[in-house]
């Protein structure tokens, strides 16, 4: 069994920034497609962020709203993906998770195959 854990949430002031991270441990990791998706209270679960790689191509994607204020790596040493978040507005606060897929996986939820728990950021002054 696979296991993912967020952290780096908290309060923040609009403008600031957060760094999340998603550390997964367990049985071997075979996946190579991770993402970090949302949800605010009484909204769906909304893409946020996703990276694919293979030996030799990493791909990048983002939802809308986060493109030019967000960016996803991963360490590969480590399988830690993170979520640098600058220029938080108060729409970006939501419980924010990671997902791995697998291979073709879309940037859905019903596609991804592993979750965290997820870690909650405020943004508000």
């Known amino acids: 069994q696979v296991r993912l854990v967020e952290s780096g949430g908290g309060l923040v002031q609009p403008g600031e920034f957060l760094r999340l991270s998603c550390a997964a441990s367990?049985?071997?990791?075979?996946?190579?497609?991770m993402a970090w998706f949302r949800q605010a209270p009484g909204h769906e679960r909304e893409f946020v962020a996703g990276?694919?790689?293979?030996?030799?191509?990493?791909?990048?994607d983002y939802g809308d709203s986060v493109k030019g204020r967000f960016t996803i790596s991963r360490d590969d040493a480590t399988s830690t993906l993170y979520l640098q978040m600058n220029s938080l507005k108060p729409e970006d606060t939501a419980v924010y998770y990671c997902?791995?897929?697998?291979?073709?996986?879309?940037?859905?939820?019903?596609?991804?195959?592993?979750w965290g728990e997820g870690t909650l950021v405020t943004v508000s002054s």
């Open positions: 997902a791995a897929g697998r291979t073709g996986s879309r940037w859905v939820p019903g596609d991804m195959r592993y």
């Open positions: 367990g049985r071997p990791f075979s996946s190579n497609s």
């Open positions: 990276v694919r790689w293979s030996a030799r191509i990493r791909n990048f």
